[in-house]
Nanobody, 125 residues
């Protein structure tokens, strides 16, 4: 069973930076498409970023494009999300997710098979 554990969330001022990490275990991480999603109370979980198994292809939601960077280290079974120029509207619980059988589709929440427990990111104005 694949397990995903996020870390690195916290409180940061608007304009600041934060990096959240996701440690994967129990599966062949290097073959998974990985993604980051976020959720605020009362709203649906939304797509943030996605990275292919090799790291060669990355995709971003328009709201974070140019500010966030997704990356992975397959040797360490780690996924990262570097968040720069943070805004109060980036405040959310951030989840990492793994797609065992990539289809090439981007940001489709129900295609992801495994989810972490989430880490809170709060951006103060």
């Amino acid at each position: 069973q694949v397990q995903l554990v996020e870390s690195g969330g916290g409180l940061v001022q608007a304009g600041g930076s934060l990096r959240v990490s996701c440690a994967a275990s129990g599966g062949t991480f290097s073959t998974f498409t990985m993604g980051w999603f976020r959720q605020t109370p009362g709203k649906e979980r939304e797509f943030v970023a996605q990275i292919s198994w090799s790291g060669g292809s990355t995709y971003y939601a328009d709201s974070v494009k140019g500010r966030f960077t997704i990356s992975r280290d397959n040797a360490k079974n780690m996924l990262y999300l570097q968040m720069d120029s943070l805004k109060p509207e980036d405040t959310a619980v951030y989840y990492c997710a793994a797609d065992r059988y990539p289809t090439g589709r981007v940001g489709v929440r129900n295609l992801y098979d495994y989810w972490g427990q989430g880490t809170q990111v709060t951006v103060s104005s």
